[in-house]
C-alpha cells in the first residue's frame, strides 16, 4: 500500500477553477488513506454531457468557483491500495466509480437514490468534490462497485480494443436503468398499471438515448428515435444495428406509449407531448438547459425541471394543439446505487455495441488529439497543440462527428 501511495512519477488531473479548465501536472505521494477509503487507478473515463453543461453554465452546479475541483464522473479503474478497514476489495479489482457522495444531512434512506439525489442529499463527483479527471482517485470504498472477472473477460472479448474502458459507460447505465424502476413503481401508484412492451419514442441519440434504446429493446419494446441533427439518429440506429427506427413526425400521431426524453430542451418535451398517446409516459430524463430551466407544461401547472430533480410522478391533462389528452409526467436525476450491479452485467453483455457509440478516444489527458474510431471519420486536433479534454470541455461542439468520447489514461499500464 506504501508504494502505491508513494507515487514519483509524474500524474494529471483536470482541474476547474475560477471559470478555468487546465490540465495539471502533478507529482509527488497522494495523500494518506483514510480506514474506509481505496485509492483507484483510473483506467478510462468518459466524458459526459452534462460535464460540459455545468462547466459552460447550462446547468446547475453548487460548486464554490473559488475553490479548484477535479472534474469528471463516469470512471472504471484498478485498485491500487485499501484502507485497513476495507474488506470487500483488494489490490487488483476492477472497479466503477459511483459519483454521488452523502452530504452529512438526514438520508431519505439508507441506499443513495434518485430521490437524496434530486432533493440535495449528495455531493455529485466532478461538479461538488472531486471527480475522476485524473490519473488517481481516492474514494471511499462505498463509492466503487467491483466487476467480477467473468464480466471483464466478457468485456475483452466483446470489446476488444477498449476492454474493461467500456465499463466507463456503467454509471450512465445505472440512471437509465433507474428510470425504468421508477417508472414501474410510479405507474403502479398514480396510473394502477404494470409497464408493459409497447411503442417506444426515444427524443435525443447522444450516448443516453442510445442506453435507453438499448434497455427499451431488451424490455421488448419497439423502439423509435428521434434527434434535432438527423445524422446523430442514423447514427444510433447504426450503432444498436439497425434494430431501432429513425421517425419522421410527419408520418405518426400520438401513437407511442413512452416517450423517454433525453435531449435538455423543453422543445423536446413538447414534441414527446404530441406523439404520447391519451394516457402514456412523458419520461423527463434529462435536466434542462439554463435557457429552458424556469420552462412549464402548457397548462403551467408543473415546471419540467423540478419534475426531473424530485423523482416524483404527475398524472394530469394536458391540453395540446390535436385535443386534451391524460399524460402520466415521469423523471429523475442520478441512480439507484443498488443497480451497479446489473448495469455492469449490461454493459458487459452488451459491450459490442456500446463498442461502436464510442467514437472519439483521447490518450491520456494532455492529449491535444481525439481519435476518430469510425470508419471514415477524421481526427481532431486542436490547432495550439492544448489537450482536447480542454476545449470540450469549454464547449466544443462535435455532435456532427462525435457521439460518446472517453479517455484512456496512463495509468492503464499500472497493474
Known amino acids: 500500500m506504501n508504494d502505491a501511495l508513494s507515487i514519483t512519477y509524474p500524474w494529471f488531473d483536470v482541474q476547474w477553477h475560477l471559470g478555468q479548465i487546465h490540465v495539471a501536472r502533478q507529482l509527488g505521494g497522494l495523500p494518506p488513506l483514510q480506514p474506509d477509503q481505496?485509492?483507484?487507478?483510473v483506467q478510462a473515463a468518459g466524458i459526459c454531457g452534462a460535464d460540459v453543461r455545468v462547466v459552460t453554465g447550462n446547468t446547475a452546479s453548487a460548486h464554490n468557483p473559488t475553490h479548484y475541483i477535479t472534474l469528471g464522473h463516469e470512471g472504471v479503474g484498478i485498485v491500487l491500495a485499501c484502507g485497513s478497514?476495507?474488506?470487500?476489495?483488494?489490490?487488483?479489482?476492477?472497479?466503477?466509480i459511483l459519483p454521488h457522495v452523502r452530504t452529512g444531512q438526514s438520508g431519505l434512506s439508507k441506499m443513495i437514490d434518485p430521490v437524496q439525489i434530486g432533493n440535495g442529499h449528495t455531493w455529485h463527483m466532478g461538479w461538488q468534490v472531486n471527480g475522476c479527471f485524473a490519473d488517481f482517485i481516492v474514494v471511499s470504498a462505498a463509492n466503487i462497485a467491483r466487476i467480477s472477472p467473468e464480466n471483464c473477460r466478457r468485456?475483452?472479448?466483446?470489446?476488444?480494443?477498449?476492454?474493461?474502458?467500456v465499463f466507463a459507460l456503467v454509471e450512465p447505465m445505472m440512471c437509465t436503468l433507474s428510470a425504468y424502476r421508477l417508472i414501474e413503481d410510479q405507474a403502479?401508484?398514480?396510473?394502477?398499471?404494470?409497464?408493459?412492451?409497447?411503442?417506444?419514442?426515444?427524443?435525443?441519440?447522444?450516448?443516453?438515448?442510445?442506453?435507453?434504446?438499448l434497455v427499451l429493446l431488451a424490455r421488448g419494446f419497439e423502439v423509435w428515435v428521434l434527434d434535432s441533427l438527423a445524422k446523430r439518429a442514423t447514427f444510433a440506429q447504426w450503432c444498436l444495428k439497425e434494430q431501432v427506427h429513425v421517425l419522421d413526425p410527419a408520418r405518426h400521431n400520438d401513437d407511442f406509449d413512452l416517450v423517454m426524453i433525453t435531449a435538455s430542451s423543453s422543445e423536446a418535451i413538447r414534441t414527446?407531448?404530441?406523439?404520447?398517446r391519451s394516457g402514456g409516459i412523458i419520461y423527463v430524463f434529462a435536466g434542462l438547459n439554463s435557457a429552458d430551466r424556469l420552462?412549464?407544461?402548457?397548462?403551467?401547472?408543473?415546471?419540467?425541471?423540478?419534475?426531473?430533480?424530485?423523482?416524483?410522478g404527475l398524472f394530469t391533462t394536458a391540453r395540446l394543439t390535436q385535443g386534451d389528452k391524460s399524460i402520466l409526467y415521469l423523471g429523475h436525476s442520478g441512480y439507484f446505487a443498488n443497480l451497479a450491479g446489473p448495469a455492469i452485467g449490461m454493459v458487459a453483455t452488451h459491450a459490442a455495441l456500446l463498442d461502436r457509440s464510442i467514437t472519439g478516444i483521447m490518450r491520456g489527458w494532455a492529449s491535444?488529439?481525439?481519435?476518430?474510431?469510425?470508419?471514415?471519420?477524421?481526427?481532431?486536433?486542436?490547432?495550439?497543440?492544448?489537450?482536447?479534454?480542454?476545449?470540450v470541455m469549454q464547449g466544443l461542439d462535435l455532435r456532427q462527428t462525435h457521439c460518446k468520447l472517453i479517455v484512456l489514461t496512463s495509468s492503464r499500464q499500472t497493474k
Open 38 to 41: 481505496v485509492l483507484v487507478g
Open 85 to 96: 478497514e476495507v474488506v470487500t476489495y483488494k489490490e487488483g479489482n476492477y472497479v466503477v
Open 155 to 165: 468485456a475483452r472479448n466483446r470489446a476488444p480494443d477498449l476492454q474493461e474502458a
Open 188 to 213: 403502479r401508484r398514480l396510473s394502477h398499471r404494470a409497464l408493459e412492451a409497447g411503442r417506444a419514442l426515444v427524443i435525443g441519440c447522444g450516448p443516453i438515448g442510445i442506453l435507453h434504446s
Open 272 to 276: 414527446g407531448e404530441e406523439l404520447v
Open 295 to 312: 420552462a412549464m407544461n402548457a397548462d403551467n401547472v408543473f415546471f419540467y425541471e423540478r419534475l426531473h430533480r424530485t423523482a416524483q
Open 368 to 391: 491535444p488529439c481525439i481519435e476518430a474510431r469510425l470508419p471514415g471519420a477524421a481526427d481532431w486536433v486542436s490547432t495550439d497543440g492544448s489537450p482536447a479534454i480542454v476545449a
